[in-house]
């Protein structure tokens, strides 16, 4: 299982970035909301890059938006592998997602707690982090789908009562034979 949820969650992840950037400055486009260098900040503050008041280092940030987005997808795939699959386990990644970037934003001291943030952009924050983690789930749940049911949705297809939402097994896998 673990072989797979490497480079499939960080080819999720990736795709998960993509998706939720462009949806991004398509919100800025029409809302005039500026670019946060949030990634940069922190990625300078965690490994003692310099900072530089006033700049806004380009290369940094996206090294830091994509690279976070690429590594928590592993986590994703994680998921998917195991058979934490479709829409709840995404929002339960959105989750995740959001608490990640908290940590780390209010541990080097570049963020403030979301209850302290105005409504409208903790909403738009929460959007985006959504957007990131269903595309990513998708892609981590197509992917791991290829190698059949996992380990959690095979239990569920033995158990009377639960929802396997699995298709059907091999008699093999569902008999234990």
Known sequence: MMKHALWQGLVAGAAGAVVMTLGEKLEQAVTGRPDSHAPARV??????????????????????HFGQAALLGVLRSVMAQAGLRGPVASAKFTVVRLTNDQILENATGVGAPPQTWPRRELAVDVLHKAVYAF???????????????????????????????????????????
């Open 43 to 64: 990625l300078q503050r965690l490994t003692g890059l310099p900072e530089r008041p006033g700049t806004q280092p380009l290369k940094v940030n996206w090294a830091m």
């Open 135 to 177: 595309v990513t789930g998708a892609v981590a749940d197509a992917l791991a789908a290829r190698g059949g049911p996992g380990p959690g949705q095979r239990h569920a297809a033995l158990r009377p009562g639960r929802h396997a939402d699995v298709g059907p097994l091999p008699r093999e896998d569902a008999l234990g034979r």
